[in-house]
């Protein structure tokens, strides 16, 4: 769950397994951040299976919030997979094996359960990203199957990252692809609900808009929980396809004005 | 709201109906409610066969509110019907259904529904429902007409 401003703060369940969607890397580095930087305050430990280029993005924005990275590295609360060495050992004839990953991240997790005093351990994943911006869906889709039965048997919840503009237009799937994930999806940005209702009610009237608002509330969605602005998404995809290119572009320009 | 829109309710519940329309009314909503009460009878309307062949009694709906369970065809397979024909593969169709279980919710999005929504009789809560459901089928009325 994210916070006012847009970090990731609030408690979440173990178990739980959310995925955030990211325009850019500066909002996965923030929202990525708030999720590590709450479990360490509680005295949990981090597996993070991450890129290169996220790693150093990472690091930055922890220790922007005051966190130690270092220092977590070097008591193994802070653990740190390179997500193209992780899948090529998770991988055997191009799909992920439960008897290779679970090889990978059960010691990997029990080591990091064992570094902290107290506290939980938190996962962050890119791998499945990775597996899907390859166009890899069914491979994508395994390796969320197989986090989901690690994860059970762990108590760890875990939050994987998906490279996808909610509001633009080049991947107008997006929503729905990752609903098999059968995740929680956390708020793409803080602001989002807010833009894409006002977006709505500029393009078809604020009076229609308010009249609906109801009906997209009460729409139950397959899979995962949505946050309020993902959800108005879902629904006029499904519903008012052709007044989504006009709406996600008001959006859009509602959420560039906020910056 | 604009008027001049059609509804097409399918539900076998003479009670579900009569609410139905109570909360359009009490919404304010003034859309043509037609209904047809099983899912044999859904098709038979879309398709516009038999009495349903008078299109001025029987308008092609803008819109269509269709339960699950239903006698002689589910809605499952109302909908899979539907989906199949050119004409109907654009036509909104909105699950209204007592079950919320996911299976349900899964299969009917699979099937091609554009909305699943669950029955309450907290009134107040229909009503709204009702009411977004009207302006949704002014909207979808307006668009085509354009």
Known sequence: MMGADGRMDAPIDRNDHQVCFYPSDHALAETVAGFFASGFEAGGAVVAVVTPAHRALLAESLAARGVDVGALRASGRLVELDCDETLDRLLFGGAPTWRLFEEVFSETLARAERACARGAVRAFGEMVDVLWQRGDLAAALELERLWHRLLRGHGVPLLCAYRADVVGERRPDSLERLLAARAHVVPSAANLADAVERALADVIGPGEAENLAPLIAANQIPGPRLARGEAVIFWLRRNLPHRVPAVMARARAILLSAL | ?146
């Open chain 2, 1 to 146: 709201m604009t008027n001049g829109f059609t509804i097409l309710l399918v539900e076998d519940d003479a009670g579900d109906r009569e609410l139905f329309r109570h909360a359009l009314g009490r919404a304010g909503g003034r859309a043509q409610v037609c209904e047809a009460h099983d899912g044999e009878q859904a098709c038979e309307y879309l398709a516009g066969r038999g009495r349903f062949a008078d299109r001025v009694r029987f308008p092609m709906p803008d819109l269509v509110l269709l339960d699950l369970q239903l006698p002689r065809r589910s809605g499952f397979e109302v909908l899979q019907w539907a989906r199949s024909q050119p004409h109907l593969k654009q036509l909104p169709i909105l699950v209204l259904t007592s079950s919320s279980e996911s299976k349900d919710i899964d299969r009917a999005y699979s099937l091609g529904a554009n909305s699943y929504l669950v029955k309450t009789i907290d009134m107040d809560a229909l009503s709204q429902m009702v009411k977004g459901i009207a302006e949704y089928a002014a909207l979808v009325a307006r668009d085509r007409s354009r």
